[in-house]
């Protein structure tokens, strides 16, 4: 987490289905947290964090990761408890947790007296990242930040009104999702959200895990057969129970959730791009048969492919 980064505060009116429920717990007991999407609304969430916080709403007070991505900016800034440790975070200060990665907070109620944000979303809200493998997002440049070492920077002091304006704009759309355009003003702001904090990344981002790199790889090369979870492992030359361990350690979601999400971006590239039947997109996606297609589908979206396809 860079040492620092912290998803805290409170929910909005529009996000009240709880994107913190548990997907799993990994071997030391450190729990995971699924996002839960739900129908016809943006996977994004904000949280804003102030003295008036509702302790309900805050993150749990114990070691936990998330499988998906969390920018969170420090308005104003004061102590947190993180990881066992006092940490005095600054006023400007934009930090970026990706997937998988363990937060630490403690003492969080006891920072009565800063203001902060925590933005939580998935990379599909935006339109030119939902269109491209989630195998590949965290080599994308508007999730620049997300790949830096530190993972957190300090925006400028004359941009931070600009930071302060989107994220509460952000925060009100999300709160008001009836609006005519509502949706395409959440990806537009959180657009500017991920330029804006890219553009403060170090220029060197870490080098790429390099078992997840052979992961993605086979995926990308055999998502499209009915090649298993299971058979994937087996061809990297590791167990299946050992390589979605690992897996889920490093991306905070298993070996067939990837496998899964991947088939899954491609069918609905499918869907919007083309007239083709569902039988026809299971079997280009390897997801066996159109029941299977549209029970995955709906788990993941919340809508079947039909209803999305005619929406989108």
């Known amino acids: 987490m860079g040492g620092k980064s912290v998803t805290m505060g409170r929910s909005s009116d529009s996000a009240s289905v709880d994107t913190r429920r548990v997907r799993t717990v990994r071997a030391d007991g450190t729990p995971v947290y699924r996002w839960d999407q739900r129908p016809g609304v943006p ?16 993150p749990p007070d114990n070691r936990h990761a998330h499988d998906f991505w969390v920018l969170a900016y420090v308005e104003r800034g004061g102590a947190v408890g993180l990881d066992g440790k006092q940490v005095e975070l600054r006023d400007g200060e934009v930090h970026a947790a990706a997937p998988g990665e363990v937060v630490a907070a403690e003492s969080v109620a006891d920072l009565t007296h800063a203001r902060a944000w925590s933005v939580a979303f998935t990379p599909d809200a935006i339109p030119s990242l939902a269109s491209i493998s989630p ?5 994308h440049p508007l999730l620049a930040l997300f790949a830096t070492e530190a993972r957190h920077a300090v925006v400028p002091e004359a941009e931070r009104p600009r930071w302060q304006a989107w994220l509460t704009e952000l925060d009100d759309e999300l709160r008001h999702p009836e609006r005519l355009g509502s949706h395409d003003t959440v990806t537009a702001i959180l657009t500017r959200l991920l330029v804006a904090s890219a553009r403060l990344a170090p220029s060197a981002p870490i080098a790429p895990d390099p078992l997840v790199s052979r992961v993605f790889d086979e995926i990308e090369r055999t998502y499209a057969t009915k090649v298993s979870a299971g058979d994937l492992a087996r061809t990297l030359g590791y167990t299946p129970g050992h390589l979605t361990t690992v897996v889920r350690q490093r991306t905070g979601r298993t070996l067939l959730d990837w496998l899964t999400e991947r088939r899954l971006t491609e069918a609905r590239r499918l869907l919007r791009e083309t007239d083709l039947p569902l039988s026809v997109i299971s079997t280009r996606t390897g997801l066996t048969d159109p029941g299977y297609l549209v029970r995955r589908f709906k788990a993941r979206y919340g809508t079947t492919p039909d209803r999305w396809r005619r929406e989108a």
């Open 135 to 139: 195998l590949t997002w965290s080599h």
């Open 43 to 58: 996977p994004v969430r904000v949280v804003p964090l102030d003295p008036d916080c509702e302790g309900e709403h805050l």
